[in-house]
């Protein structure tokens, strides 16, 4: 793209300016520290020219929006057209509670929905099950049956929202009762919008609400990639989650690179079934964490873009332009929340929310400043979605596409995370695949070190956290906490009883009976858990059928 005569020509120049204009700089003034790196701990220059790109080819490397490779972008305007989905994480307490915030956040500027569900129910357990006791509703909304989903999306028509459900080993069993909603409610499935994430490889690395073992929860994932494709062919059938994986403690090469690998393996996985790539590819989506570093985050994205687009067309042979596109939802970064101080973390969620919206996410939600201490209070949470507005209405960073594109530095990143993360999935194709590669442990080992040296950083005060270990204060910040009805675990429990009363246990048995018949065979499950969930049977009683099928997956001790 660079002219190799004035390349030459910059070259001298810039060894000139090292001479007479840096040296007598850095005699008066050193640099702050001997090294500067990102977040993730990848060298920073201290200056980039057309040298450090001088291999970029325009139309290779970058091209224009919504064409191949489509490293500006996925849509030719981009946030011009249309602005990413503001899209709240919610869920807590009763189906009540979570329906009554849900209508709140719409209210006031609120896109789409996202949804989180308790860990019970994450797990397959229902709301009464002994070990479920004082987890009911505390990190998110408890689903136990489809009556708890009528009355979470009691007045909220599913023709005219788009929802977003972060559920995984129990998501045939939720996505079934929301798409059994959607017929109550007469909405035809092919006119449901939205995304369940559906990644369950991602739960044994980083997260660890697995109940199956993994070949039998691919079948599941697969099932659903499936049975959209027939039915519901607006929904986005996985969502491919590297948010978790960072969350754990990865950098943001081994984020990009065990997202885009798992993505290979569920793709593999459905085309093993004998799906055509161009058929399902273009439901799969995808979700990244965006950290503080807001160079290293907008160059991930732009790698992440390019790199999905070349291994769908070239290893998998897509056609279709859709197929290639990396669509994605952006979570800012939890864990670089603190409790102390806790207003810092609206400045640390507006930078990394800037971040998504420079790299061109499609989807955002932005993390509550009192998240370290308790599920979100209305007020952080009208704060966060004001944040995504403000960015959206005031900043002026969407009034071009690509903004940062074309920044030496910003190229440069996006090439040396492109190679690196590159270099990581080779490893793991070597070792057989994303599936082979987690029960080897190899994930689980290369996450753990990166959690483990950023910790030492911190301590040492190598990387600086203010309010956490520099710049520190004794005052107390007066935040009023979010606090889970005590009374609301008894109000869930005593509705499921009710439900297991009024239900006709006959019709339960049969579907489950069904349900179990087709688990020990090869036939897609989703017909069976939308008859089990229509007659009102349990998110437990459909996951312990299938435990009694499948068996329970055992965590391996990772050295």
């Not at 459905?270 to 985050?297: K, T, Y």
């Not at 507005?389 to 030496?408: K, M, R, Y």
């Amino acid at each position: 793209m660079f002219d190799k005569q004035k390349l030459t020509s910059i070259v001298k120049e810039k060894e000139r300016w090292a001479r007479e204009t840096l040296e007598k700089t850095l005699a008066r003034f050193p640099e702050r520290q001997p090294e500067f790196t990102t977040v993730s701990g990848m060298p920073i220059q201290r200056l980039y020219t057309p040298m450090d790109v001088e291999d970029l080819d325009y139309a290779r490397d970058l091209g224009f929006p919504g064409e191949f490779p489509f490293t500006r972008g996925v849509y030719a305007t981009v946030h011009r057209g249309r602005l990413w989905t503001m899209r709240q994480y919610a869920g807590f307490g009763t189906a009540e509670e979570s329906n009554q915030r849900y209508k709140y956040l719409l209210e006031q500027g609120q896109t789409g929905l996202s949804v989180a569900f308790d860990l019970p129910t994450q797990i397959g357990y229902d709301s009464d099950h002994s070990i479920a006791s004082g987890e009911v509703g505390r990190v998110g909304v408890p689903i136990s049956s489809l009556r708890d989903m009528e009355i979470l999306f009691d007045g909220i028509p599913l023709d005219k929202v788009s929802t977003s459900m972060t559920i995984n080993s129990t998501a045939p069993q939720v996505l079934a009762m929301y798409f059994a909603l959607a017929e109550k409610q007469g909405v035809p499935l092919n006119k449901v919008d939205g995304t369940v994430q559906n990644d369950i490889l991602k739960e044994y690395v980083a997260r660890g609400t697995y109940i199956y073992p993994p070949e039998a929860s691919m079948r599941l994932a697969v099932d659903i990639i499936e049975y959209c494709h027939k039915n519901a062919p607006r929904f986005n059938t996985i969502s491919v989650s590297g948010y978790h994986i960072r969350e754990a403690g990865a950098t943001a090469v081994q984020e990009l690179a065990f997202t885009l690998a798992n993505g290979i393996a569920y793709v593999e996985a459905a085309m093993e079934r004998g799906l055509p790539i161009d058929d399902f590819a273009p439901r799969v989506s995808f979700f990244f964490a965006c950290h503080n570093d807001l160079f290293e985050e907008v160059a991930k994205f732009r790698a992440a873009r390019r790199m999905w687009a070349k291994i769908v067309r070239e290893r998998f042979g897509a056609r279709d332009p859709r197929s290639m596109l990396l669509r994605y939802h952006v979570q800012t970064a939890g864990c670089t929340l603190t409790a102390q101080q806790p207003y810092n973390n609206i400045v640390r969620v507006t930078i990394q929310a800037l971040a998504a919206v420079l790299g061109g996410a499609q989807s955002l939600h932005t993390n509550s400043f009192d998240e370290a201490l308790a599920l979100p209070s209305e007020t952080a949470v009208i704060t966060a979605l004001r944040t995504q507005q403000i960015i959206a209405h005031e900043s002026g960073v969407t009034n071009t596409v690509d903004p940062l594109g074309g920044s030496f530095f910003v190229e440069s990143l996006t090439n040396e995370i492109e190679e690196e993360a590159m270099e990581y999935i080779q490893k793991i194709d070597a070792m057989g695949g994303a599936m082979a590669a987690i029960q080897r442990g190899f994930y689980q080992k290369q996450i753990a070190d990166s959690a483990y040296k950023y910790q030492k950083e911190v301590e040492s005060k190598e990387k600086t956290v203010v309010g956490v270990n520099e710049f520190i204060t004794e005052a107390k910040v007066p935040t009023k906490l979010l606090k889970v009805d005590p009374e609301a675990e008894e109000k869930q429990v005593e509705r499921l009883r009710r439900v297991r009363a009024e239900r006709d246990g006959k019709k339960v048995k049969e579907a489950l009976k069904k349900l179990r018949r087709a688990a020990e065979g090869r036939e897609n499950l989703m017909p069976f858990m939308l008859e089990a969930v229509k007659a009102y049977a349990t998110t437990g009683e459909i996951s312990d059928t299938l435990r009694e099928v499948f068996g329970e997956y055992k965590a391996m001790t990772i050295v």
